[in-house]
């Protein structure tokens, strides 16, 4: 659980997210090896950044596969043999960095304080951020969808004028607050000065059909890799998930919940306690809170890989097919109206929108006062009620 | 096209959107005669009015016409048989009342000065709204999408308080203004006293293949609708519309345009040339703006009819429907992150969800980096050119 000390948080953070990623994907497509393997897509930002894409999908039928599907007697068998255990898949990374205009700065004062802002003078100040980001829909209605996200956020000084009108060396104040924990770099020169920085994440689980041992295993898992960082943790994150991903609307949850956090940094948080005590302990310094980052991160797959193996052959029907696609729908509604991260990325110029909309299912659907989902006593009632009413599953 | 003059612009605008709405459903199942009728719904509002909407949507196959279906040899013919031509519709009228809170009525003063706004004190006012809104999804990928939406709106004084405490006559001030216009009904003590009132609405087409005699056809008929009541009006509202359609973060517009208008009343507007001439000649007075609103609403079957029987039964395959699908997904887009009407309805506490949303699609598809359309040569990509850069068509 050590963290390398001689690299900064920077460093140590693209380091994890590059091989959680690694070991995620590798980890789907051994899950299917006759399925096409996930596409790997490098991009840069002209503003500052880069980030790796791995998207799954299949290229529908071409024509000439169509044609030959008229085998009508094989068509169903057919249907089954191509049939792929994921529908859309994307887990995606990003490490990016840039500017934040003045009213972003003022936003984010509201969390951390640490950032200066001087209200006469419209300052601009760099900013650094990588993350990790993914969303598996498989197809089969029995085996839930889910999504997880873990981040790491810097806001640093502007960079000191051009030497040649003041010659400047890099003083005390402007070494990496976060690093400085790690046991620092100070003798790097173009180290930034961090003014403030902070994680972010979490981790949810979108079932079409309620399975209570898959809650309890997916909320169990979480739990653990929480509870070894401090036992505030989980029950703090995991309402803060319920209400996060909740569809105002339509009065239910998107899912079935999770863990979700953000702004997490040495400074005292307000969804944790303050009093010092055995079950208020929680991560403070850069290094433990990025461990705690990586528990759950590392938690991603044995918290969800057992449910898809366990749901991944279910049998299916036309019904179940059509829940799944309405349930989808409430995906697309939720993360285009509510979600933060969505929508902060569509109003960013620039910003790749291909890599945003990743997380829109392969299809959705709408009817109007659809009728299924009403029957309390159905399997599908038996969903929104859970939906509506979030329960404490371990 | 003379309006009746004993009536009052609520009784006249609500007679007209329930006769228009009438229209139209019946004119498209006429053109279906074995598909199932719209389904007629009313309802009303716990806090003040009420509204029918009639929706077209054909049930999903039950497990036994799936057994049914099994008969290999006859399915395509099947599934050609019981194809509707439309997918998804919804003919809506709403006709509801109540309370504006401050904060709406401090907005809503930005385009309507005659709104009464004392910031010393949180005054509520009463408000009256009714509309017809209409979304139709044909089935066929040739056949075009198409939006209408007209609606009235007033702002009435706060009722005198109970007559008890304060007794006092009706006065003049009191007497609707927008009826006064139209011969007026003083001696009804119950007429509100209409602080302001405004028309809006607008129809758009959304087409999946470009087919330019169509877009001809669908701007050159609400053209002719608009220039009967002044010639600066088509080139301001199909202007307005290319804007509003627009989905900033595609870059590209939503559909082929048409008219948008909103805030349109007596006084100036802000897109409407103001000095009189021939060309800037423009309806003012309530009746003569509710005679425009009229001859946009009687153009919609004109407009929009042709170009269905057209196009119903053209020829398509998997290619042509899987872009169709991902054309609906960015028309989901478009209305759950930027659409007003649908952000303003799915804030509003008790609005009636359904309805709101009953402009989706019944499907929409969303694929990463898809691979149609990016050919300027292709049939996509000549609508995706179009959609980039929208065009005059008459």
Redesign the interface.
Known sequence: MASDSTKSMREQVTDYILSLQDEIVTALEKLDPSAPPF?R?SWTRAQGGQGQ?C?F?VP??S?QS?QKA?D??H??EQEKEKETVLE?A?VNISIVHGTLPPSAIKQMRADHESIPYDPERDTSLPFFAAGISLVIHPRNPSAPTVHANYRYFEVTAAPPPPPEVHPQPPTDDQTNSASAEEGGDKDKAAEPNVLAWWFGGGSDLTPSYLFEEDAKHFHGTLKSACDAHGEALFPAFKKWCDEYFFI???GESRGIGGIFFDDLTAEPHKRLPSSPSLSSKRPESPSEIFAFVRSCGDAFLPSYLPLLQRRMSAPS???KR?WQ?LRR?RY??FN??YDRGT?FG??TPG?R??S???S??????????SDIGGDAESEEGRLIEVLKNPRSWV
């Open positions: 596409k897509d894409s998207v999908a529908p039928p024509s169509t008229h009508q007697d068509e169903k859309k994307g105002p609307h339509r029907d036309e019904h059509r696609l729908g697309v509604e285009l109206v929508k569509l109003m910003a929108i291909e945003i909309l990743m829109l299912p392969e299809t959705a659907r709408w009817e109007y006062m």
